[in-house]
């Protein structure tokens, strides 16, 4: 049976977006795409980031935005998959669509700049310095909240993303998303031979069988 491709988001009831928490030995989800929104806080573990055609190594308070419909996947280091490890991978994921609190509510004048933001996190964003820790004090204060004070702390966390110089664009400019199913499927099998045996010898031969493709077409 192939792994699933996409994570499907069902949010409880009449909620217009949620705050997980993840906590798990690692992160289980596979590179995948949704219409909602995400900012992912990771609180625990590390490993390596994919987004769109960004790959970069993660840790402890990495704090990213992914766009609507742009691939990801946080994949931790062979450590955690050690029978021994006593590492957790530990994260707080806020999801939400942008029509969640109606169709033109980013349309109004004052949410101009959060809009702006929304754009930008397209191609993803990583934030960093006093943002990142303002941030994150915000996240985990929501996560204890109720529904409508909940709601405000997730504007107010918008809003301050959307203000702040300290963010860096994570996928390239040209980067245009052309992923099939079958892609998503093969790129996940490939991921994770590739972590779990690289300190290994790697034999093309090996990857390229594993993507059903011949290794010059690889």
């Not at 929304?118 to 006093?130: D, E």
């Not at 045996?197 to 034999?203: A, G, Q, S, T």
Request: with cysteine; glycine share 4%.
């Amino acid at each position: 049976m192939k792994k699933p491709l996409f994570q499907k988001i069902h949010l409880t009831g009449r909620k217009s977006f949620n705050i997980l928490k993840v906590d798990r030995p690692y992160f289980v989800v596979p590179w995948h795409f949704h219409p909602e929104i995400e900012i992912m806080l990771i609180m625990n573990g590390t490993g390596t980031r994919f987004i769109g055609d960004s790959i970069e190594e993660f840790a402890p308070y990495d704090l990213v935005m992914v766009g609507s419909n742009l691939t990801h996947v946080w994949k931790n280091s062979h450590l955690h998959y050690e029978e021994s490890s006593d590492l957790r991978a530990e994260a707080r994921v806020i999801l939400f669509r942008e029509d969640c609190f109606g169709k033109n509510f980013f349309d109004i004048v004052e949410m101009e700049g959060i809009k702006d933001l929304l754009v930008r996190a397209r191609r993803g964003l990583k934030f960093f310095g006093k943002t990142r820790s303002s941030v994150i004090k915000k996240i985990m204060v929501a996560y204890e909240q109720n529904e409508l004070d909940r709601f405000i702390s997730l504007i107010q966390i918008l809003d301050e993303l959307s203000q702040t110089k300290e963010y860096a664009i994570l996928s390239s400019m040209g980067y245009v998303q052309q992923i099939e199913d079958s892609d998503l499927y093969h790129l996940n099998l490939i991921l994770d031979y590739l972590i779990k045996n690289f300190l290994n010898e790697i034999k093309l031969e090996q990857v390229s069988k594993l993507a059903n493709m011949s290794p010059t077409a690889f």
